[in-house]
C-alpha cells in the first residue's frame, strides 16, 4: 500500500507540532475551551483576543470579553499550505527507494517541510538563491559547513537551503548508495 493512500495534514503536524510559523488550527477557536487572557483565536474568518482572564464563551465583536485582533491567515501554516507541499514533494519522491512505509512516511514529511519552508520564504521575498556558507554583520560573522557529499552531488545539494532539506538529504544519502553482492556460479551453456 503506498503511503500516499492514508496521508493527512495531521501527519505532519504530528511529525513538526513546532513548525513554523504556527499552525492556524492551533489557535481556531473550540467549544467550550477555556481561554485566558491576550489569548489569541481565529473564528469564523476572524481573529480575536481574550480580554478577561478567563473565558469560554464564544468569539464575537458584540462580546465584550472578547476584542478583535489584526491579523491574518499569511501569518499561520494552514492545512491548505500542507497540501499544496505534499503535492510539491510528490513530484519529487520515491518511496521504492525505503525498506518499509515508516521510514517512506518520515522521509516524505521531511521533504514536504523542506518545500512548505521555501513556500513561506518565497511568499515573504527571501527568496534565497543558492547555499549560505557565511554571514556578517559589523564584527559578527557567522559560518557554517555543509558536507561534502551533500555540496558536491546535485541531487542532494538543492536541499541545503533548509534544515528541513538538509536533514532530509542526510537521512537519504545511504538508500542511495547502491548494494553490490557476489555469487558464486556457473552458466548452464554448454
Not at 174 to 184: A, E, T
Request: proline share 4%.
Amino acid at each position: 500500500m503506498s503511503i500516499f493512500e492514508t496521508l493527512s495534514t495531521q501527519q505532519f503536524k504530528t511529525q513538526f507540532p513546532r513548525f513554523t510559523p504556527q499552525y492556524l488550527s492551533d489557535i481556531t477557536y473550540v467549544a467550550e475551551k477555556t481561554y485566558f487572557k491576550d489569548g489569541e483565536v481565529y473564528y469564523d474568518g476572524s481573529f480575536y483576543i481574550c480580554l478577561v482572564e478567563t473565558t469560554v464563551s464564544v468569539p464575537s465583536p458584540s462580546n465584550e470579553k472578547w476584542k478583535l485582533y489584526n491579523d491574518s491567515v499569511l501569518n499561520y501554516t494552514t492545512d491548505n499550505d500542507i497540501e499544496n507541499a505534499y503535492a510539491e514533494a510528490k513530484v519529487n519522491f520515491n518511496e521504492g527507494l525505503f525498506p518499509d512505509d515508516d521510514t517512506a512516511l518520515l522521509m516524505f514529511l521531511y521533504l514536504t517541510a523542506h518545500y512548505l519552508t521555501i513556500d513561506f520564504k518565497n511568499a515573504i521575498g527571501a527568496n534565497d538563491i543558492g547555499i549560505v556558507t557565511s554571514k556578517s554583520v559589523g564584527s559578527v560573522s557567522e559560518g557554517y559547513t555543509i558536507p561534502a557529499y551533500i555540496l558536491n552531488n546535485p541531487a542532494l545539494s538543492v536541499y541545503a537551503n533548509t534544515g528541513y532539506g538538509l536533514k532530509y538529504a542526510s537521512l537519504l544519502y545511504p538508500y542511495l548508495i547502491g548494494n553490490v553482492m557476489l555469487f558464486k556460479g556457473r552458466t548452464t551453456i554448454a
